[in-house]
């Protein structure tokens, strides 16, 4: 099943999902075991040169003692993007960015995810409301 591609019809017809979760970004520079990496439950996970990104909920890193810095609330797009769209990335993060938010973005296969400062995912949530309002 194709995603949609039109930038219109994504914003105006995205339903944002705030996970009632937290989040965390962690980043291990030696391998780590599959089995270690399952026992986490990562929900996103990126291996980079200087070594493995894990996104999983603050629960989980606080029960196995591990360092993070920021804390994470999750917003879903939940209409199925295409990975082939231009421009929901850019027109989320620019609204974002006008109201001093940073804007960490995954997409997967069938939704995009924003994970924005826990302090500020009632304001995050406020301004992609606006902008598909803005873009009816």
Known sequence: MAGIEDLKILLSSMKPELDSREFVFCTFDNPLSMEAITNLTPIGTFREKEGLTLIITTDDALSNGIRFDTV??????TVHS??????????????????DISANVVAAYYHDHIFVQKEKAGQ??????ELQAESC
């Open 82 to 99: 295409s990975l082939n769209a231009v421009g929901l990335t850019a027109a989320i993060a620019t609204k974002l960015a006008s109201k």
């Open 72 to 77: 994470y609330k999750l917003i879903s797009l």
């Open 124 to 129: 995050a949530m406020e301004a992609i409301m």
